[in-house]
C-alpha cells in the first residue's frame, strides 16, 4: 500500500511499507521515465518524487504513480564501482567475533557479494549500501565515537557504508578507503549514487 504526501509545489513523497518496496518503486519510477519528472530520491521507506510543475501537477505524479506495478525483483541499475579497502578498521576482531567467525571470514565475506546502493543520506556523499553477505547483521555500538575519519569502511544491521568525510558516527569500522566518496571537483560529486553495485576489494597499505 503506497501513501503519496505532496510536498510543496514541486515534489511528492512515496510512502511504503518497507525497503525492499522502497527499492522496487524507485526502479519502477526510474524505468517509467514520467513527464515532468525532473529527480526521485529513495529512502529506507520512501521515494521523494520532484517535478517541473510547469509540465505536470501533484495530482497527475501521484495518479501514474500509482498505477505502477513495481515487480519487487530488484533494483535499479546506475553502475558498477570498485573500492579498494585495508581492512584495518578497529572494530574488525569485534565484528568477527558476534559472527562467530575469523576476521579474515569478515574480509572474504565482505568482498565476495556485491552489494548495492539502496539510497544516500547522513551526510553528502554517503551510500547505505545493501545486499552482501546475508549473514551480516551487526549492531551499530552501544556508544557512537565523536570522530570516525573519512573513508572509514563500516557496518551497521544489514548495511554497509564509507564514511565520506570525518564525522561523528555508530557503525562497526572494519576497515578504510583512499577512494573519495564526494569530490566536488567531480561532474557528479558522489560517487556512490543509488543504483551503483559496490565492489570492495582487499588491498594492503
Keep these: 500500500m503506497t501513501r503519496f504526501l505532496r510536498c510543496g509545489r514541486e515534489a511528492v513523497l512515496a510512502e511504503v511499507d518497507d525497503l525492499d518496496a522502497a527499492l522496487a518503486l524507485y526502479a519502477a519510477l526510474r524505468a517509467a521515465a514520467l513527464p515532468g ?77 556485491p552489494w548495492t546502493v539502496a539510497f544516500a543520506g547522513f551526510a553528502p556523499g554517503f551510500g547505505y549500501l545493501t545486499g552482501g553477505h546475508p549473514s551480516f547483521d551487526v549492531p551499530r555500538r552501544t556508544t557512537p565515537r565523536t570522530r570516525i575519519p573519512a573513508g572509514s569502511v563500516g557496518l551497521a544491521g544489514r548495511f554497509s557504508g564509507v564514511y565520506p568525510g570525518d564525522s561523528p558516527g555508530g557503525w562497526q569500522l572494519i576497515g578504510s578507503t583512499t577512494e573519495r566518496m564526494w569530490d566536488l571537483d567531480r561532474p557528479e560529486p558522489a560517487l556512490l549514487l543509488p543504483g551503483v553495485r559496490v565492489t570492495f576489494k582487499a588491498v594492503q597499505r
Design 37 to 113: 519528472v525532473t529527480d526521485l530520491v529513495p529512502a529506507a521507506r520512501t521515494v521523494l518524487i520532484r517535478f517541473d510543475p510547469a509540465v505536470t501537477s501533484p495530482a497527475a505524479v501521484r495518479e501514474a504513480a500509482a498505477v505502477l506495478e513495481p515487480d519487487g525483483r530488484g533494483q535499479a541499475y546506475a553502475g558498477s564501482v570498485e573500492i579498494p579497502v585495508s581492512y584495518d578498521g578497529p572494530d574488525l576482531t569485534e565484528v568477527a567475533e558476534h559472527l562467530r567467525i575469523t576476521p579474515d571470514e569478515v574480509v572474504a565475506r565482505h568482498t565476495g557479494t
